[in-house]
């Protein structure tokens, strides 16, 4: 196996959960490689790395693979934790809150999101996505509050499980004609905020036109427009 | 507030999420209360605990709440973790897999199992919500193997998740006229033998027949029955 002695990452360029592997590998200094996925047409090697999901993203370290992003930043955060940064803070109650707050992004986005984008533009499910999103994303506003980022002063665990959402935003937008940085302010100074004082998120998102190009070829494919 | 000083539970005693801190805290050996809540009439405690989500369980430490299942587990391994027992291994990847599999739980029976329970018998959805968990189900056996618990010789993270689910077996059986035991046999066999060898196991979990019986009166107030 190609990279068996090192840590590979399997993503698709698009994946907010993909790159939330990205960011914190490069958080932390962790030597990787990226091999891209297409979803479309997955590779042998991603069917055997993720037998019972046969998704991305999927870290090979070693050949031994990790599926699930949450899973894959704890572990991130364990086995790489000689480099200083950790994702995660130290205190047992400061962890729980953080791992509460991934959990709801991980319960509520990936649950909307998708009725704004594999709906046929116009659809109920298009406002009503919208509704669920606008919901969500003034909860995680309201958490966030004045603080710069979710767990205090720099980049945590939450702060890079949402910021991998951010790209798609000006797609949900257009698809469901709405505003984000209008109704969530705060929350769009945050994003802004996250790439613009962290490398690690700069370098691991995708340009937010390119999402929704990407999404545009998906939307064709499937006969939505 | 009652209990501030100590370590109390919001549990409803049929909740598969509530009775995992159950077990946790059983097998930490750390002293607890457990308060009843009425899902029908949530106490201000818990609403005030758990604004977000409103569900139990929470777990309160000294007047601070912690909420979500996979949250109060992880956390209770590490803020009790002087009393030698822990839930997760030590080795980071053997720690990856033991959370892959939790999440695979919560992301599979919780979807699958109100299909049968909250659906007027006969309904297709039943015969759906049996269907997916029998995939599940299997999915977990083939996991399991030869081992008699999840991560190897002992009750772990896993098991735990996975346990509280079998005082509900009877009900899913009843309500959607199969046999898990003859479907799952080397589950069954393990269920049994997480409550016979660990009493924190056989201490939390509820009797099936009083699942059943406070399952059917859910259903008769919903007009199902």
Known sequence: ???????????????????RVRIALTKKGVEHEVTA??????????????????????????????CESQVILEFIDEAFSTTGEQLLPTDPYARAQARFWVAYVDAKIPACAPKIWQSPKGAPAVEEGKKEMLVALKTLEAELGEKPYFAGESLGYADVALVTFAP?????????????????????????????????????????????QFVGGMRKHFGLE
Chains 1, 2 share one sequence.
């Open 1 to 19: 196996m190609e990279g068996s002695k090192g840590v590979v990452l399997l993503n698709c360029f698009v994946s907010p959960f993909g790159n």
């Open 37 to 66: 996925e297409n979803m479309a047409q997955k590779s042998a090697l991603l069917l055997a790395s993720n037998p019972i999901h046969g998704k991305v993203p999927v870290l090979l370290v070693a050949g031994k693979p990790i």
């Open 168 to 212: 798609w935003f000006l797609t949900y937008e257009r698809l469901a004609g709405f505003s984000i940085a209008e109704e969530c302010p705060v929350l769009t100074a945050w994003a802004a905020r996250c790439a613009d004082e962290n490398e690690c998120v700069a370098k691991s998102l995708p340009d937010p036109e390119a999402v929704f």
